[in-house]
Nanobody
């Protein structure tokens, strides 16, 4: 049974930082790509960042470039999202997802976590 569990969300002031974590179980973590998505109230879920199985390739949404960094630790079956210079518009539920390749499409990911809330106050 595949399980993805996110943590690290919370309330932070604008300009602050948070580090999200996602631990995976039930799959060959070192063989899969991982992504982070987010969904704000009343909006569709959107791509944030993704990382290849080796960590050698990453991709970011324009909104995340220069502020967010995705990384992974295959020995611990974990993926991280370091978020700096947070803005109120980053407020959303953040989800990690596992898939076969780096992609922006939601449909490219086979497994999803339950999400962690990030709230950025102005």
């Amino acid at each position: 049974q595949v399980q993805l569990v996110e943590s690290g969300g919370g309330l932070v002031q604008a300009g602050g930082s948070l580090r999200l974590s996602c631990v995976a179980s039930g799959l060959r973590f070192s063989n899969i790509a991982m992504g982070w998505f987010r969904q704000a109230p009343g909006k569709e879920r959107e791509f944030v960042a993704a990382i290849s199985w080796s960590g050698g390739r990453t991709d970011y949404a324009d909104s995340a470039k220069g502020r967010f960094t995705i990384s992974r630790d295959n020995a611990k079956n974990m993926v991280f999202l370091q978020m700096n210079s947070l803005k109120p518009e980053d407020t959303a539920v953040y989800y990690c997802a596992a898939g076969r390749t780096i992609a922006w499409r939601i449909g490219a990911y086979d497994y999803w976590g339950q999400g962690t809330q990030v709230t950025v106050s102005s």
